[in-house]
C-alpha cells in the first residue's frame, strides 16, 4: 500500500511532548508540530476555520508570539470525567500570517533547535531549558 503524499508546502517538525504546551487565544493547547508557516495543536476548546488569533509558544521554544488563521479543526476524540461530564479533544492546523522579520527569524532559531534535537534520537537535552536570544521576541 502506498501512503498519500503530504499536502504541506514545507515539512513540519514534531515538538517533544515536555516542550509543547503553549497557548492560543487565551486556550491552553499542546503544539504538535511546527514549521515556519504553520503549526499542528491539541486542545479541549473547539476552534472554527478562518478566526484569526495569536498563537504563544512556550518558554522552551522561545515564548514567541506568532499571528495565525485557524486553517482547520477536527474532534480527535471524547472522554467522560470522574464528574460525569463529557471532554473534547480536538487537533487544528494554523497558518502564520502577518510575521514580521524578527518573529521568522525567532521562529527559524527554534526549528534549527527541534531539527538538530531531531536528528539525535532520544536527546532532549539539545534543547535548552531557556531559549537562546535569538529565539526572544522583540518588543
Known amino acids: 500500500m502506498g ?49 484569526v488569533c495569536y498563537l504563544d509558544l512556550p518558554p522552551a521554544l522561545g515564548a514567541l508570539r506568532l499571528t495565525g488563521r485557524v486553517a482547520w479543526t477536527w474532534l480527535r476524540g471524547t472522554e467522560q470525567t470522574l464528574e460525569g461530564h463529557q471532554r473534547s479533544h480536538y487537533e487544528s492546523g494554523i497558518e502564520f500570517t502577518n510575521s514580521s522579520p524578527d518573529q521568522q527569524a525567532a521562529l527559524a532559531t527554534v526549528l534549527a533547535t527541534l531539527r538538530a534535537a531531531q536528528t539525535e534520537p532520544g536527546d532532549l537535552a539539545a534543547i535548552p531549558e531557556t531559549p537562546p536570544k535569538e529565539a526572544s521576541q522583540s518588543s
Open 3 to 51: 501512503t498519500k503524499p503530504d499536502p504541506r508546502r514545507v515539512a513540519r517538525l514534531t515538538v517533544p511532548p515536555p516542550l509543547g504546551a503553549g497557548e492560543f487565544a487565551h486556550h491552553s493547547v499542546h503544539v504538535l508540530n511546527l514549521s515556519p508557516l504553520g503549526a499542528r495543536i491539541a486542545h479541549g476548546d473547539l476552534l472554527h476555520s478562518d478566526v
